[in-house]
């Protein structure tokens, strides 16, 4: 397949243009184009392991191409578009709860604005897939005490800006299919973790803290619930519906690992070696959704899908990539890594 990727230098997008390379089992077959505006979270050195000297490239290397843009323009993508590809799949969005908050705009640009020019520009160049990865966030919260979980037919009742531009996203991605025919999927995904993952986010900022023997703030009580999908199996699971699942659908994907934030940073904590007394309640951010839970047996009965990874494991081989990959978020968390991005433009 050759297959348009955008926002492939984010966490998941870069892992999943890893697997369609390198691990899936048709990885020889495919080509992919990563449209990627590169703002503070999009980080090229994500994807370093498949960018070869020049002089010496690799397989991998020879099938990936970059391209630096922004998917809200509307000339950048037709004319990407008109290259032909058989598949689009949707990662670029701004994804950071926090800073929804203090700002929806650029939310709104990005994963409203730019899913529809996206949605355009596929239709016109008759793309035969457009895969919409989306996120549970769009089904609101669950009461801890709920024996349900989120299901594909849930109302969407979206809690934050973030939540809300993504829930508008799929929102356009169906009515491109209903109304133009468009062959659009979307997914939905419980909370990711895994290799690449930035800083800011919870878990990653909850082990490089224990790393380095630093306070591990807690929001509210540490009783919010969230289901816990490593990124290696999400990436299965997006080829799988990307190759098989119904134009129209939506699929959820979910780690079937349900946990609180305080156990599972009480958990780190213990692989680290470091002291519970590290745990520090801080202010609890607005409109916090207290539990996330999905019901994935959509995929399973249908493409046959399941999570490889359990979740304790998964746990433990994620804090030694950070632990291994010191210079990787060290980079991050300093700045360096936009130093040198600008320097390189200038």
Known sequence: MKLLVTGGCGFIGSNFIRHMLRTSQRAAGHSIVNLDL???????????DLTADPAHPSDAS??????R?????AALVDGLMSEGFDAVVNFAAES???????????????????????????????VDRFLQVGTDEVYGALKLDAVHRFTETTPLAPNS??????AAADHLARAAWVTHGLPVIVTRCSNNYGPYQFPEKFLPQMMLNALEGRPLPIYGDG??????????DHCAALELVLLRGAPGEVYN??????RANLDVAKKVLALAGRPESLLTRVADRP???????????????????SPRWDFDAGLAATLAWYRDHETWWKRIVSGDYLVDRAQARG
């Open 38 to 48: 590169l703002t503070y979270a999009g980080n090229p050195e994500n994807l370093a």
């Open 62 to 67: 020879r099938r990936l191409r970059f391209v």
């Open 69 to 73: 843009g922004d998917i809200a323009d």
């Open 96 to 126: 950071h709860v926090d800073r929804s908050i203090e700002s929806a705009a650029p939310f709104i640009r990005t994963n409203v604005l730019g899913v529809q020019v996206l949605l355009d520009a596929a239709r016109s160049a008759r």
């Open 161 to 166: 800006p973030y939540a809300a531009s993504k």
């Open 223 to 232: 009783l919010y619930v969230r289901d816990w999908l490593h990124v290696e």
């Open 253 to 258: 994907i979910g780690g079937d690992a349900e």
């Open 287 to 305: 409109a916090h959704d207290r539990r996330y839970a999905i019901d994935a047996g959509r995929i399973q009965r249908e493409l046959g899908w």
